[in-house]
């Protein structure tokens, strides 16, 4: 396809490429749910006091803020022949992540004394972030790279939708491997097989998805890249991270506003939704009793609910076109603020899933609508850049919720259900901030 300097004019890609760029999501999103839903567990487990355990909570997002813009920076200046921009970066972290999903889990295993296997498992932690965080930057960095404004509304849903599927199956591995006779117990210090063999099972699905991505995806040489992207291929990008900043399309910001608001609600989500379901339902608030684990277990079905959700709801999105975009993001964190204030008045099982119907509907929502304006209003100089510096919008919120939280709770009379209602206020929030943000189209001539 020939393309003018200076107009920007991406190919339309057939559906199987939306698919294998978008598929390696699956792999990276089950790493880091396995690592999210089984860090508790396996930390206690080697002897950490539980009321210490937010160090470790607060490791992920501090990578992500870190890694994935140095990711995005230094892969807008690579070119590997043969290989191409983006994939070197997947490579290395899918590499890594391998190896630190074998060890992990195996952290009270070598014979360590309690506080060197606690070091042993902090260390592998924080190389599992980074790993992950490496491999997961390019299946964004992709879509900015090489698809049209007409099909980012399907690839962002896609991306989504692999990621969900790969999630709620890395949750249900541990049930599920216990269910068809894989150890539960461990000895003292160690951690049982039914964990260590999903970890051992994530790090192969996360190998075989990322294979088929570096395998069938060809990403554009430079020259082809500058054309598709209308820049002359003898530019240099050479400004350093401030400049860049300083130049960031306008939406960069505004979008950021909604995620912040978006983000928060959904850490308090990860914190309290448990603890509120079993209060609600069951009317138990100590982790101990059966009650209350029962809650936990039902909070895992609500969680399914919601990736059902979304997946069928990320197929609507997909279709969706410019004017009715913002309509559709600032409806579906409505949605979610209902459900949030939903569950926490839910007195029974039904009422909290027709909850997570709402709920469903704003996690895939808030995942895939800002990429596509964000990517929309990107020239292709800076994209890897821009997509990793955009994450911060993400992690941020999850680090100041998570510090917020010390203080707002006993401020909400220690009520794990009144911090749903928060989250619900700042879904509200959200919603209104959706209006300040003004879509551009590189691609159709807006200046920002």
């Known amino acids: 396809m020939e393309n003018s300097k200076g107009k920007k004019q991406l190919p339309t890609l057939a559906f199987a490429t939306l698919m294998l760029m978008t598929f390696g999501n699956l792999g990276t999103s089950m790493a880091f749910a396995l690592q999210s839903s089984n860090m508790s567990r396996i930390f206690q487990t080697l002897g950490a006091d539980p009321t210490k355990l937010g160090f470790f909570f607060i490791l992920p997002p501090l990578a992500g803020m870190i890694v994935q813009p140095l990711v995005g920076y230094f892969s807008d200046r690579t070119w590997v022949p043969k290989i191409g921009r983006r994939l070197p970066y997947l490579i290395v972290g899918t590499i890594v992540a391998l190896i630190v999903m074998i060890l992990l889990p195996n952290s009270g295993s070598f014979g360590f004394k309690t506080s060197t296997a606690l070091w042993f498992g902090a ?34 849903s896609w991306q989504t939708i692999w990621g969900n599927i790969g999630s709620v199956a890395a949750d249900l591995f541990p049930f599920f ?18 964990v260590k063999v999903s970890f051992y099972l994530g790090a192969a699905i996360l190998v075989v998805s990322s294979i088929f991505t570096i395998w069938k995806v060809d990403e554009y040489d430079p020259k082809t890249y500058a054309k598709y992207h209308g820049f002359s291929n003898d530019e240099q990008i050479s400004e350093n991270f401030i400049t860049i900043i300083k130049k960031a399309p306008k939406v960069f910001w505004t979008l950021g ?3 912040f608001f978006s983000w928060v609600a959904f850490q308090y989500l990860s914190t309290y939704g448990t603890g509120t379901v079993a209060q609600n339902i069951w009317h138990a608030t100590n982790p101990a009793s059966s009650g209350y684990q029962a809650g936990g277990n039902w ?13 069928i ?17 600032s409806f579906g964190l409505i949605i979610g603020a209902i459900g949030f204030w939903g569950l926490s008045v839910a007195p ?12 469903g509907i704003f996690w895939v929502t808030m995942n895939s609508i800002p990429f596509t304006i964000l990517t929309n209003a990107l020239d292709g100089k800076h994209d890897g850049t821009y997509m990793g510096l955009f994450n911060c919008w993400i992690c941020l919120p999850q680090i100041v919720a998570s510090i917020v939280s010390f203080g707002l709770f006993p401020l909400l009379g220690s009520s794990m259900p009144h911090m749903l ?14 209006w300040v943000v003004k879509e551009t189209s590189v691609e159709k001539g807006d200046i920002d």
């Open 257 to 259: 506003l909604v995620q």
């Open 177 to 194: 491997l216990t269910f068809v006779g894989v150890s539960n117990v461990a000895s003292k210090g160690e951690v049982p097989a039914s």
């Open 313 to 329: 709801w990320g197929l609507v999105l997909s279709r969706l076109n410019d004017k009715m975009r913002k309509p559709a993001y």
């Open 123 to 156: 260390i592998a932690i924080l190389f599992m972030d980074l790993s992950s965080n490496m491999s997961m930057q390019p299946f964004k960095m992709m879509i900015s790279d090489m698809v049209n404004d007409e099909q980012k509304d399907e690839a962002w």
């Open 348 to 359: 029974t099982k039904l009422l909290s899933l027709i909850a997570f119907i709402g709920i």
């Open 421 to 434: 209602d928060f989250a619900a206020v700042m879904l509200i929030c959200a919603a209104a901030a959706v």
């Open 299 to 311: 909070f895992g079905v609500l969680s399914a609910v919601e990736v059902g959700v979304a997946i």
